[in-house]
């Protein structure tokens, strides 16, 4: 069975930085494009970044480029996202996942990032 324990999260000042990190179990990991998502209050889930198995190919949503890494290591099965220079605007509940077909619409409980002065 698929499972995603994200952590990491925290209350940050803006302009500060987080590492957030998500151990996935129940299937293949090394061969599964992972994503991180957030959802920020009051609006609906957005896609953050994502890479592909072998960590060659990466992209990040707009507002989070120059900002947020996006980084695996497939030895222990972990995605993480490296968030620097945070702002206000990225306060949110962050979920990492596979794609549907793996994870079949499964997602972990987050990791709330509050960023707030």
């Known amino acids: 069975q698929v499972q995603l324990v994200e952590s990491g999260g925290g209350l940050v000042q803006p302009g500060g930085s987080l590492r957030l990190s998500c151990t996935a179990s129940?299937?293949?990991?090394?061969?599964?494009?992972m994503m991180w998502y957030r959802k920020p209050p009051g609006k609906e889930r957005e896609l953050v970044a994502r890479?592909?198995?072998?960590?060659?190919?990466?992209d990040y949503q707009d507002s989070v480029k120059g900002r947020f890494t996006i980084f695996r290591d497939n030895v222990e099965n972990t995605v993480y996202l490296q968030m620097n220079n945070l702002k206000p605007e990225d306060t949110a509940v962050y979920y990492c996942?596979?794609?549907?077909?793996?994870?079949?619409?499964?997602w972990g409980q987050g990791t709330q990032v509050t960023v707030s002065s």
């Open positions: 996942n596979a794609d549907w077909f793996i994870s079949g619409d499964y």
């Open positions: 129940g299937f293949t990991f090394s061969t599964a494009y």
């Open positions: 890479i592909s198995g072998d960590g060659g190919l990466t």
